[in-house]
Structures are given as structure tokens and as C-alpha cells.
């Protein structure tokens, strides 16, 4: 079935596979396709994926989907993303690099679920920065800024040469478009990013010890907040 009116993607990156749906503007879905991702693990709780893996599922998906639905890809007028909470981390020209000791360049994700990082979050927590108001007053070993943190204590290496660090979801968007725009759910709900007030608080940075970013004008992990459904 192909007809010349406006249809959508929705991609959804779990923890185990890439999924795909082709949706009609009311919200049927017309076909839809998953593929498998790949998953590390390593002793201390370190659980690791690559973005190249991902972004292969990603494509591939898509592209089986969009064949069954029989839509045509120019009456596809917009796609959504949503991905799990995990870190990327990307060099020069957008090259992975490594996260974990493996030092295996291919696995630049710190995924939701790894808790490498629960000294730091337990650290961040006893400091009692006011943004820890806005995530219930605990941080999670499973958000961004501890798992950040224990990159520059523990792999302070990719940590200088990292040229931006994504959320999930935000890396995909990247990889799609070429913006580096990020979606103020997850930089909100994740990074502690201040919506109401649109911007990040330069204080907590340095209070915690990733002084860096601060003084960068936070260019590795956002300059440009958007809300979702921005063009």
C-alpha cells in the first residue's frame, strides 16, 4: 500500500535490540522491525554497547520497515527517537572512542544499567547541589554526570579527547541529521540541565569536579536545547 500523504517513523533503541515502526499521521502503525544489538560486559558492573553497532540495527530496521509498509521514503515527513540513558562518547570526525577498560575503541557506550560510576553518584549526592532538587535529591549512578565524572578520574584520556558526549537518543539524532541540537527531555531528565530556567548551572559542574565543561560554555554536551518535535 503506498499513498501520497504523510507517514512516520518512530525508532526505539532498548537495551537488547533496535525497533523500527512506520505510522500513519493518526498513529496506525503499518509494519515495523527490530534487530539485535550487541552488549559487553565486564567485572565492577561495566556494561558497554557501540554506537556503529547501533546505528547499523538503527538503519537496518528502518529500512525493512519502510519496505513493508510499502510507503514511499519521500511521504515519510518526520521521524521520532527514543533510546535509553546511556552515555556515547565520540572523538574528532565523530569516531568512537573506548569507555572501559577493554580499551576497544568500538564501545563508546556507558549504558543505563552499568553502575561503574556509584561512588561518584553517591559523592554528588552528599554535596547537595541545589540542581538535585529537579531529580528527586539523589543522583543516580545510571545518569550522565557521575558516569562523566568516573571517565575523567578513571579514563582521563578519552576524556580529553572526547569532542562531545550524547545521550543516547541525542547521538542518533546527530548521526541522522548532523545537528547537535539536544532534546531537553533528556538532557532535563538526565544531565540535570535546568529547563525552566534554559540553561545549564555552571556551579554544579565545578562542584563536583567536572570544572571542564563549565569553562568550555558546556559545548561537549549542549549548547542548543530543543524541545522534542522541533524542526
Not at 12 to 39: N, Q, Y
Not at 145 to 170: S, V
Request: proline share 5%; glycine share 8%.
Amino acid at each position: 500500500m503506498t499513498t501520497e500523504t504523510k507517514h512516520f517513523v518512530g525508532i526505539d533503541v532498548g537495551t537488547g535490540s533496535a525497533r523500527a515502526g512506520v505510522f500513519t499521521a493518526e498513529g496506525r502503525m503499518l509494519a515495523s522491525a527490530k534487530h539485535d544489538i550487541a552488549i559487553f560486559y565486564e567485572a565492577g558492573e561495566i556494561v558497554e554497547q557501540s554506537s556503529n553497532d547501533i546505528w547499523r540495527a538503527i538503519c537496518t530496521s528502518v529500512r525493512e520497515a519502510v519496505k513493508a509498509s510499502g510507503v514511499s521514503p519521500s511521504f515519510v515527513a518526520g521521524i521520532g527517537v527514543d533510546a535509553t540513558c546511556s552515555l556515547v562518547v565520540v572523538g574528532p570526525e565523530g569516531s568512537p572512542l573506548p569507555v572501559g577498560p577493554s580499551e576497544d575503541t568500538e564501545r563508546n557506550i556507558i549504558v543505563w544499567m552499568d553502575h561503574r560510576a556509584v561512588e561518584q553518584a553517591q559523592r554528588i549526592t552528599r554535596m547537595g547541589h541545589d540542581v538535585l532538587r529537579y531529580v528527586g535529591g539523589t543522583i543516580s549512578p545510571e545518569m550522565e554526570t557521575p558516569k562523566l565524572l568516573w571517565l575523567k578520574e578513571h579514563r582521563p584520556k578519552t576524556f580529553a579527547a572526547a569532542e562531545h558526549f550524547f545521550d543516547l537518543a541525542d547521538y542518533i539524532t546527530w548521526r541522522a541529521t548532523g545537528s547537535l541540537a539536544r532534546s531537553s527531555c533528556t538532557v532535563t531528565c538526565k544531565w540535570t540541565y535546568l529547563a525552566h530556567e534554559q540553561r545549564w548551572d555552571p556551579t554544579y559542574f565545578r562542584a563536583i569536579g567536572l570544572n571542564e565543561l563549565a569553562a568550555e560554555g558546556f559545548a561537549r554536551i549542549g549548547t542548543e536545547i530543543v524541545p522534542p518535535g522541533t524542526n
